[in-house]
């Protein structure tokens, strides 16, 4: 018998239903074996029109004596038994049911692609397939080029700029997700070389933060990002970026002092010198921020031009998910409820925009707005809700021209932060 590897996802009707009937259907195949199945993850649709209902998946592993094409054409016939009568790929269903890998066969045809042609891009799939498959995993992350060492990352930087190619650098912390994705593909289409670092940074966590604990897969995440188009990911030890007695820091002050700033004391210290080394170690021409971090990237580029860094700071938009929440590693720790009551957040900050469209200008007025509308939420507790100048962070009184409108608050234990640009 062959080994299989399915995936199964449900956005319409009684999702946990449809994905038990399914698993039931496959069971009684002939010729098929059920062996094991992943955890259950919700996760947003993946281009799926706006709107769409989110997804759980899992991934199963069968054993069977059917042919490719014929498991294939089972699984369709128990698609169809569950009501899904729109084949469109991108369409929203009751049940989604894909061949992932079907031994070590290769399959390319106009119906059938195997292994799963997008299994790589997507870590709804990487994920629960981990769970049952950790060799396989493992594999495929050996595809990607890994460096810890900082002086052969070194090495390799200032190889590709010596042949006259230049760098496109993405720092993050890892648990990548779409926005990180998306970044690294700017990195790609604007640079020759795509170079990613994943480091979740000890010196910009607090005493009662969560650094600990901060979600980490080096494999899921080398194989997201070199889908994406990342070359290689420079992934560093804490104890080689920060040895025995290390105190020098990087300080960018006035701009530091609002916003997460008031609150996480030492924080922006952490980031900027963290940047500052990576910067230094890899000698980028162009690095990639997201705009929900708007302060960080600001503090960079302070850093960057206060210094006379030779690179450019990039600041990309926002990645949301379907009902408007910001995108960020941290939403893992959210309960079904939690995450309910965060798409508050973005709610809020459209509402700021629309009462600033209709005339509103007094500052005091929006907040009190968005706070009304944010302590409704059971779990929310504000941390702060601020309209900034866009370029030092003041507070402003009135709204005149560029202004940006930013809050954090934490939902449970868990903070998030999210913020938009007006005028």
Known sequence: MIICYLGLGSNLGDRQKNIRLALQGVGSLKKTKLVRISGIYETDPCNC????PRFLNLTAKVKTNLSARALMGELSGIETDLGRKDKRRNSPRPIDLDILFYGNKRISSPRLKIPHPRLKERDFVLKPLK??????????AKE???ISDIDL????AAKVKSGGKTIGFVPTMGYLHSGHLSLIRQAKKDCDICLVSIFVNPIQFGPREDYKKYPRDLEVDSILAKSAGGDCIFYPQAKDMYDLGYSTY???EKITDYLCGASRLGHFR???TVVAKLFNIIRPDIAY???KDFQQALVIEKMVKDLNMPLKIKVMPIVRDSDGLALSSRNVYLSPREKSDALVLFRSLQKAKEMILRGERKAGKIIAAMRNEISRKKSARIDYIIIAHAQTLEPLEYVKKKALIALAVYFGKTRLIDNIVVG
């Open 131 to 140: 769970e049952i498959a950790p060799a396989l995993i493992k594999s495929l």
């Open 49 to 52: 029109p706006p709107g769409s």
């Open 250 to 252: 990087v300080n960018v």
């Open 270 to 272: 952490g980031v900027a």
């Open 144 to 146: 990607v080029k890994v």
């Open 289 to 291: 921020f997201g705009q």
């Open 153 to 156: 990352t070194r090495k390799y």
